[in-house]
């Protein structure tokens, strides 16, 4: 990931400096969606994003700072993204729909590409630091808004008041990203929407607990803990 300019001094961008840059990211965004990250170049992004060498070397001195500005501008994107879909989510219902909507917007590619996030995750968290701190706060950022989903519910009576929110928060993250991988190598978004179900499951068999009062004192169905 080390293809690199032999300068690249530091410039305040005006505005159409700032285009420029904006398509030169979104140009690789795209490419590394399709081709990941090990797969574009820079003479990929450069034909594709109608710039010059010098241009892209002026706002990029290497692949690497170019990586990480796609990380930015994925991540702005998914959890907007997220944020947009789940605010909207007030009931076990409303989860149901979110989980149709995510699977089916999966289901156009086939399954293809997997997550942008989870992608890109795989391919650089263990070459870059600072991209994997990044993709872990924009990780964070997702289990914030599912654990805000499941405040709605725990303040609407849903599922019990003693819930482990954060642990639950985590299950769904683990549940999407687990699922766009299988529907990725399967090429099949069926272990997809399998996955989300289990995890929103768990959360009806909290609800039940809780409307039948069957639920107080089993620490391991309120946090989702298998033992």
Not at 186 to 208: C, E, F, K
Request: with cysteine; aromatic share 6%; hydrophobic share 40%.
């Amino acid at each position: 990931m080390q293809e690199s300019s032999p300068s690249a001094p530091a410039v305040r961008l005006t505005a159409r400096g700032a285009k420029t840059r904006d398509r030169i990211v979104e140009a690789a965004a795209g490419l590394m969606r399709t081709h990941g990250v090990g797969g574009t170049t820079l003479d990929d992004v450069v034909s594709a994003s109608d710039v010059s060498k010098s241009q892209f070397y002026r706002h990029f001195p290497d692949k690497t700072a170019l990586v990480r500005a796609v990380i930015e501008y994925v991540g702005e994107r998914k959890i907007a993204g997220e944020r947009e879909r789940l605010e909207a989510v007030r009931t076990l219902d409303g989860l149901r729909r979110w989980r149709d909507a995510i699977v089916h917007d999966n289901a156009l590619y086939d399954g293809r590409y997997g997550c942008s996030l989870g992608s890109l995750a795989n391919e650089v968290a263990d070459q870059d630091a600072i991209a994997r701190t990044k993709l872990e706060e924009l990780f964070a950022a997702w289990q914030e808004l599912f654990a805000q989903v499941l405040g709605r519910l725990q303040r609407d009576g849903i599922i019990p008041q003693d819930a482990d929110l954060a642990q639950l928060a985590t299950g769904f993250v683990a549940a999407v990203q687990g699922g766009y991988l299988l529907a990725q190598t399967s090429r099949d978004v069926t272990p997809m929407a399998t996955s989300i179900d289990m995890a929103i499951t768990h959360l009806q068999l909290l609800a039940r607990a809780e409307r039948d009062g069957s639920g107080a004192g089993d620490d391991h169905s309120r946090s989702g803990t298998a033992r």
